[in-house]
Every structure is written in structure tokens, then in C-alpha cells.
């Protein structure tokens, strides 16, 4: 079993949409949690950082961590084209030196 | 702030060849880490340094060795190269103090004829 899971979809949705991206883990020592976005040709970028549970908003976006469940989510509001890309989760462990990684999730959003 | 810069960003090699890749991290970043980007395996782990040291390893053969200098900035050497070792290859920073997330350059895409 993988420490991480994430579908790697691709997840095809309409402008607008509500997008909802989810990994689960197996670790229950994770305590800090990332979003990435990948654009084709380019290195991931952070997009949302948070530490054990709870949610955080930036903007259209917000990470929800469940640690009771071993699942967090990306929440994507009123999904633009340029959302377009493939998302990372990522999380370490309490001595925070060690990032695991998803598959990552491809997402197409249609104009 | 400049980002995290990786050079070169794309290169062609033969089986057989070596290879070595930069990578100059953010500015006060002493964390370089290296990972193997590829469509069926994503993003594996490579090795991490900190202040000059290995402090962390993946699961790759001795082929893949790395180094760091005193001003943080790192390269990563692939000796005997294989045609498997066709991939983007990632670099990411971070202050190195445990737990705050690592910022990625754009990758270095090294391809094996």
C-alpha cells in the first residue's frame, strides 16, 4: 500500500464548476500538508500549506485536512481554463524532513 | 525574490554518457532536494542535502550522486546513463528546519537516445 493515494484522474470539468481533489494517507504521524499545481513543461508550485487539521482559504481555493479520516481535499471555486494542470498533494512527517508525494490528479477545465 | 533555477532545461545524451545538472536554490535556502519525475512512477525521491551533507536518500542506484557547495547551490551527477533515466528531473529549496514546504524550480528534461 502506497503511504499516499490520489486518483490521477484526468478529471474533465465546465468553467464555473466546483472542483473537488482528494488524497488519503496511511501515515498517521503526517502533520503538515501541501497542494502543488503542475503546468505542463514547468515545476510544481505551492498553492496551499497548512498544518494538521482544519481548512484554509486563499481566494478560490481551499484545503481541508482530516486527520481522523487520513483524507484531505483541494477545493477549487468557480474553476477557470487556466486551472487547467495536474495537482499535487503532498505531507511530512513530525521530523518535517521527508515530503511524500501523490500521483497527482489531472484536471481539464472547459471553457 | 528569485525562484528556484535549474540549468540546463533540457538536455540530449546516449546511453553510456554522464551527466551533470544545476541547481541554484532561493536565496537563504540551505535545503537542495532532487527528485525523478517520469508519466508512470511520478515524482520520486532522490536525495537531499543541507549544509554540504547527504541527510536523506531514495531508493536509487549509486549511478545517481549529488554534492552541495557552501553557498547552498547543488548539482546532481548520472553516471553509465540508461535509456530509463529519460525524465524531469526536479529540484526544490526550502530553509531546511524541518516541516515549512520545499518551492520547486521548473526541472531539468534530460533525454536518453
Known amino acids: 500500500q502506497k503511504e499516499v493515494e490520489q486518483d490521477p484522474g484526468p478529471l474533465s470539468v465546465p468553467e464555473g464548476a466546483i472542483v473537488s481533489l482528494n488524497c488519503t494517507y496511511s501515515?498517521?504521524?503526517?502533520?503538515?500538508f501541501m497542494w502543488y499545481r503542475q503546468y505542463s513543461r514547468k515545476g510544481p508550485e505551492l498553492l496551499m500549506y497548512t498544518y494538521s487539521s482544519g481548512n484554509k482559504e486563499d481566494g478560490r481555493f481551499t484545503a481541508q485536512v482530516d486527520k481522523s479520516s487520513k483524507y484531505i481535499s483541494l477545493f477549487i471555486r468557480n474553476s477557470q481554463p487556466s486551472d487547467s494542470a495536474t495537482y499535487l498533494c503532498a505531507m511530512k512527517d513530525p521530523g518535517g524532513f521527508k515530503t511524500i508525494f501523490g500521483a497527482g490528479t489531472r484536471l481539464f477545465v472547459k471553457a | 525574490k528569485a525562484g528556484v533555477t535549474q540549468t540546463p532545461r533540457y538536455l540530449i545524451k546516449t546511453r553510456g554518457q554522464q551527466v551533470t545538472l544545476s541547481c541554484s536554490p532561493i536565496?537563504?535556502?540551505?535545503?537542495v532536494s532532487w527528485y525523478q519525475q517520469t508519466p508512470g512512477q511520478g515524482l520520486q525521491f532522490l536525495f537531499e542535502?543541507?549544509?554540504?551533507?547527504?541527510?536523506n536518500k531514495g531508493n536509487f542506484p549509486g549511478r545517481f550522486s549529488g554534492r552541495q557547495f557552501s553557498n547552498s547551490r547543488s548539482e546532481m551527477n548520472v553516471s553509465t546513463l540508461e535509456l530509463g533515466d529519460s525524465a524531469l528531473y526536479l529540484c526544490a529549496s526550502s530553509l531546511g528546519q524541518g516541516g515549512e514546504p520545499q518551492h520547486f524550480g521548473d526541472g531539468t528534461r534530460l533525454s536518453i537516445l
Open positions: 501515515n498517521s504521524a503526517f502533520q503538515y
Open positions: 542535502y543541507f549544509s554540504e551533507t547527504q541527510r
Open positions: 536565496s537563504g535556502h540551505r535545503s
